[in-house]
């Protein structure tokens, strides 16, 4: 079976510190991967998805930036974090075909709750 | 851009008593999902509707996509205090691609004992 794995669970760093979270994907290949964050207030929003390896599609402008290393591998970085960067981050993936339009389902990870101060 | 109005944000009820929680959009959506979400967790989808005027049931929970294929509404019967969470959807529309998912941004549900 699938599963997804995503840390840290819980994360606090200071306004200007790096970031890098990562998230690997078990029990497929090739899987489509998403960055999501979710505020409050503002639902979940896709910041980055990739179709496969070294291809990354950016959703927003912002200092964050994704990298997929390997097939199964997602990473989100920044140089330097915002006041404005906290939030909850999901990493998801689907076994994407072609369309969301059917039965495409995203199996998102448990998680980071990131705080920066 | 298409955007997914849920409502209402927050609904607090009595264990037992039934509820139903809204979808809308202003756009026509080639399919809809729903995700329940617990606190510091990810989402789980629950059910994916399709058809306009489809209806799906799981347990005691009813999912209706609209005639139109513009909204969509869970039904929750006989509440317990297990459905609370975050309630999602999600449209999907034609010609969207690996990015074709707009979420709602959910309905809080607490379910008191």
Redesign the interface.
Known sequence: SQTIH?WP?TLVQPVGSPLSLECTVEGTSNP?LYWYRQAA????Q?LF?S?GIGQI?S?VPQNLSASRPQDRQFILSSKKLLLSDSGFY?C?W?A?TG?????????????T?LSVL | TQLLEQSPQFLSIQEGENLTVYCNSSSVF??L?W?RQEP??????LV?V?TGGEVKKLKRLTFQFGDARKDSSLHITAAQPGDTGLY?C?G??????????T????THLIIQP
């Open positions: 995503q669970a489509n207030g503002r639902g979940l896709l998805y179709v599609s959703e999901l998801a689907s994407f369309s969301f339009e059917t039965n495409e389902k995203l199996f998102f990870g448990s998680g709750q | 080639s399919s999902q995700y510091g967790e990810g989402p789980v989808l994916t399709v999602l999600a999907a529309w034609s010609g969207g691609g690996a990015d074709g998912l979420f709602g941004k959910g």
